[in-house]
């Protein structure tokens, strides 16, 4: 209460797990991400939508360690990780699914999924448990669990990169065009298991994608990039039903 007896209403505050300040990321010559601030609250699916070359894979790269950043930071729960090697930023949950489908072809998906639990779900009972709840989300995944990795269809490939992911229970899930090439029964039940997990366990995730509908159905929000740039951020709803902001930017 104030000192003339009005009451005042707290502030609202906004947690941030990730944050990206002012990131200028390039190879050569002029920079692919270009002094790109954004922040991401915990339990956030955050769609990452550009053309082709808009800066997408780079700023996802430049997160999870792989690149370096020119200026700028990364921060995690506020801590700079700019300069924090790949694997102390997997140990702090950072996880990425880059494109490609990766796998390990020589392993089974059971064991793919044991590679994925193994440094981060300790003892054997907890990862059995951890893989099992997997293999409910992705069922294909359990009937084909003693199959090769170059055994598997591209969409269950891409169904094991992204459950080795989820395994390691990550806080910050990075997924680059995980709907690649696949069929749209694929692309759905994917999806699915994104938003649901999500919505289940607080996952924060940035999810760079071309399929934009197919991204915005899954997301909180939506980050249009151009040129490394943001151009718009705004709620995934609004990004779906700007036509101006469609036409010019998505291709749609």
């Not at 930071?73 to 790949?86: E, H």
């Not at 249009?224 to 749609?252: C, E, M």
Request: no cysteine.
């Amino acid at each position: 209460m104030s000192a003339h007896g009005t009451t005042t209403a707290p502030a609202t505050v906004t947690r941030t797990v990730l944050a990206l300040d002012a990131l200028t990321v390039g190879y050569a010559g002029a920079p692919v991400v270009d002094r790109l601030t954004l922040d991401v609250a915990p339990g956030d699916v955050v769609a990452l939508l550009g053309a082709n070359g808009a800066g997408k894979t780079t700023l996802l790269r430049t997160v999870s360690g792989l690149l370096v950043p020119r200026s700028g930071r990364v921060l995690l729960d506020g801590d700079d990780l700019t300069t924090t090697p790949v694997e102390e930023r997997a140990r702090r949950g950072l996880a990425q699914v880059p494109e490609g489908r990766s796998v390990v072809a020589e392993l089974t998906v059971e064991e793919n999924l044991t590679l994925g639990a193994l440094w981060k779900v300790p003892g054997r009972r907890a990862r059995r448990a951890a893989i099992a709840e997997l293999y409910e989300q992705f069922e294909p995944l359990a009937r084909r669990r003693r199959a090769l990795g170059h055994q598997l269809s591209g969409g269950e490939r891409q169904m094991l990169a992204l459950a080795r992911a989820l395994v390691s229970q990550p806080r910050v899930l990075l997924l680059d065009e995980p709907s690649l090439g696949l069929a749209p029964r694929v692309v759905a039940q994917l999806m699915g298991v994104l938003r649901d997990t999500a919505r289940r366990t607080g996952l924060t995730v940035l999810l760079a994608e071309q399929n934009v509908t197919s991204a915005l159905s899954v997301a909180d929000r939506g980050v249009v990039l151009a040129l490394g740039k943001v151009v718009a951020d705004a709620p995934a709803a609004d990004i779906a039903a700007d036509p101006a902001l469609r036409h010019a930017y998505l291709g749609f």
